[in-house]
């Protein structure tokens, strides 16, 4: 009896700390910074869950790390573009992850292609071990200029330069 009662709180006590590291509203997911003329936060624009559960669209990728056919749900390259107003000269888009490596997208290629800052996969939320909470999708008809390992994962800001 007390070892299942042992165990119980453990599981109850892991599950307050997994609540409360998950993003709360406010908490910015993405920072967006660089040339861009609209900002909400200072001189950035930022994405918290409100703006992803506002402003996500569901669509199928083929991942080349987690299968094909996968329902990503998130904020579309080009739609955040349409958000902060790069400035005329912007010609990269600079996709910045936690250990500071950065893919650059062409803002031309961003505006064509359905590149994707998902934050869902199959109906839930990714996790840090699938490289959320929010990684980069391509959609097929991109691969060819941006391979798999373009596929960043652990995104914290978007740069427009």
């Known amino acids: 009896m007390k070892k299942s009662l042992y165990i119980v ?3 109850v006590l892991l599950a307050g700390v ?3 590291c998950a993003a ?3 908490d910015a ?3 967006v ?3 861009i003329e609209k900002t909400n936060s200072g001189s950035n624009y930022v994405l918290d869950q ?3 559960d506002s402003k996500s669209v569901e669509l199928t990728y083929n991942d080349p790390w987690m299968g094909d056919g996968l329902k990503y749900k ?3 390259l080009k739609d955040l573009i349409e958000m902060v107003k790069p400035a005329a000269d912007v010609k990269t888009v600079s996709l910045i992850c936690t250990d500071g490596k950065a893919y650059d997208v062409a803002l031309a290629d961003a505006q064509k292609y359905d590149i994707m800052l998902a934050h869902w996969v199959g109906g839930e939320l990714l ?8 990684k980069v999708a391509y959609s097929d008809d991109a691969k060819a200029t941006y391979p798999d390992e373009s596929w960043a994962w652990w995104v914290v800001a978007v740069e427009f330069k």
């Open 9 to 11: 709180l453990i599981f």
């Open 18 to 20: 997994l609540a409360s």
């Open 24 to 26: 709360k509203p406010g």
């Open 29 to 31: 997911l993405i920072t």
């Open 33 to 35: 910074k660089g040339k």
């Open 50 to 52: 409100a703006a992803f």
């Open 74 to 76: 998130g904020i579309l």
């Open 127 to 134: 996790t840090e071990e699938n490289g959320g909470p929010v």
